[in-house]
């Protein structure tokens, strides 16, 4: 089973709203990370959590917020978003010896209006 | 520095066409990892291949094939038989040395297929 779940699947949201975007793997992987990806572009790693501990952020504005609350489950939290903000957040998780294949999630459709 | 070109932006195929997608990879490390993904129009990145940089063997899964060779630095993948199904964008990838027990992927730009029947 290599299934990375993801909700919601699309979410619009005002520039003053706080949101979470959530993902869930249970694969026992312990590596997880959050992409943003814009309409015809690959996707861009945002962060890393190995082991629960944020490994690695790539220098993303502090409007979004990761969380990793147990080795099974990964938030984002969003407040104060700008319309370029809009685009599609890809989850993925992968065992954790970095040689690993990361296996994704069906991503969620983020609107900022 | 690690870069990963996909030179074809766009490919159009007619059905039960056969289709080679490129990828040419840059890295410095002797120790790496290749992979493709499939990102049909739902969203999902599925996962189709893993290759490390000591494996030279071709593959071949039913209609699809990998070609590796470190001597050009590519990887292409090749599609026999074209189906409709087979319509999405591909993306090649290059896993960065490893460390702390996760990977960063250096994608390609992406190649979008259109299969028409």
């Known amino acids: 089973d290599t299934e990375v779940t993801q909700t919601p699947k699309h979410l619009v949201m005002g520039m003053t709203n706080k949101k979470s975007l959530k993902c869930e793997q249970h694969m026992g992987h312990r590596a997880m990370y959050w992409y943003k990806q814009k309409a015809k572009k690959p996707p861009e790693l945002m962060f890393v959590y190995s082991y629960e501990k944020l490994s690695i952020n790539e220098s993303v504005p502090s409007r979004f917020s990761p969380e990793c609350p147990n080795s099974s489950l990964l938030n984002l939290h969003l407040h104060a978003l700008q319309p370029e903000d809009s685009a599609l957040y890809l989850c993925?998780?992968?065992?954790?010896?970095?040689?690993?294949?990361?296996?994704f999630g069906p991503g969620t459709r983020l609107t900022v209006l | 520095a690690q870069k990963v070109t996909q030179a074809q932006t766009e490919i159009s195929v007619v059905e039960k066409e056969d289709v080679t997608l490129d990828c040419v990879y840059e890295?410095?490390?002797?120790?790496?990892?290749l992979f493709w993904y499939k990102q049909p129009p739902s969203g999902e990145l599925v996962f189709l291949i893993r290759r490390n940089s000591f494996d030279e063997q071709n593959e071949i899964s039913g209609r699809y094939s990998w070609n590796f060779q470190k001597s050009t630095s590519s990887f292409n993948f090749t599609i026999t038989a074209s189906q409709v199904v087979d319509s999405a964008v591909y993306f090649c990838?290059?896993?960065?040395?490893?460390?702390?027990?996760?990977?960063?992927?250096?994608f390609g730009a992406g190649t979008r297929l259109a299969v028409h029947p």
């Open positions: 990838a290059l896993s960065e040395r490893p460390a702390g027990g996760y990977n960063k992927l250096i």
């Open positions: 890295t410095r490390d002797t120790t790496y990892y």
């Open positions: 993925a998780s992968s065992q954790g010896s970095g040689k690993d294949t990361q296996y």
